[in-house]
């Protein structure tokens, strides 16, 4: 089975609306999908029944953000009820979170004569179809800068306002790793921690990190984003087996023009891992919340 359990849509910072995204992913043979927009489940609706109708096999997902000892974490949610609204209210508060950010990343542009940055990144996702509720992320800060002529590029853009340590990085105070589990679980999903190696951790640290994980309520973790090197995936592979964790895997797609993050074409999954699609609350979780039998 093609799986692919990790892509954006204009919902959070991507570029295709929920809709095209799942006709590009079913172009690219994906046989199981699941949209994980960052802290929103707005494009879950339209992207379930464009994937229904495409033939895919749908699971509800999303990227939560959360914290661990002071490091911002991703944690992808699959199989939850979408409807739950405990579950809706910790991700509307988290988005919240992710307004306030937007808001001071466009102050501290302007207090460097860089004003209008917010009306400008609202801009550029409206540019891609988004909904106006939807908090802008840095890329889109990023993509209006090159357009009011501020930078040449996008990396330039985070090279010097918007990149790690840059005037624009502002931190938000994202849950702790339990609280952002907890809610999750409650929902009837399983938790998944995204793309482990892009933490710069050491490996006794990544191994601190899955511990706490785990007793957090973890169930997973995504052995391949992307076209990752194939030595990571496989050091990846053995954490998981060794931790009892199933595996995951998922594109990490925003934007078509990136080949890393191409829709279905992720680097091998290890064949001794136990893939997240296997394990039976998420076969029961599929069955209950989608329309019509569960692909094998």
């Known amino acids: 089975m093609l799986a692919d359990l990790h892509m954006h849509s204009t919902a959070s910072d991507g570029v295709l609306d929920p809709v095209e995204l799942m006709h590009r992913a079913a172009a690219a043979g994906v046989e199981l999908i699941a949209l994980t927009d960052h802290d929103s489940l707005d494009g879950q609706a339209a992207a379930r029944q464009a994937a229904e109708q495409l033939g895919m096999s749908w699971l509800s997902g999303v990227e939560l953000s959360a914290l661990w000892q002071g490091q911002t974490l991703h944690v992808l949610g699959y199989g939850f009820d979408p409807d739950d609204e405990s579950f809706n209210a910790h991700v509307q508060g988290v988005q919240a979170g992710r307004w306030k950010r937007a808001e001071e990343i466009a102050d501290r542009l302007a207090s460097k004569r860089i004003p209008g940055a917010l009306e400008g990144a609202l801009a550029v996702q409206r540019t891609h179809g988004a909904e106006l509720h939807s908090p802008p992320a840095r890329p889109h800060f990023a993509d209006w800068m090159v357009l009011a002529g501020h930078v040449r590029d996008r990396a330039e853009a985070f090279q010097k306002w918007l990149g790690a340590g840059k005037l ?14 907890a809610p999750l679980r409650a929902a009837g999903g399983i938790a998944v921690l995204a793309h482990p190696w892009q933490y710069g951790l050491t490996r006794s640290k990544l191994r601190r990190l899955l511990r706490d994980f785990a007793a957090a309520g973890g169930r997973g973790i995504e052995v391949v984003n992307g076209q990752q090197p194939l030595d990571q995936v496989a050091y990846l592979g053995k954490l998981c087996n060794e931790f009892g964790f199933l595996a995951s895997c998922g594109s990490d797609f925003h934007h078509p023009d990136s080949p890393w993050m191409a829709l279905g074409r992720m680097a091998g999954m290890p064949p001794d891992c136990t893939p997240l699609w296997e394990d039976r609350q998420l076969s029961l979780e599929q069955a209950r919340f989608t329309t019509g039998p569960a692909r094998e």
Do not use: I, R, T, Y
């Open 168 to 181: 624009g990085d502002v931190k938000q105070h994202w849950p702790a790793l339990p609280e952002a589990v």
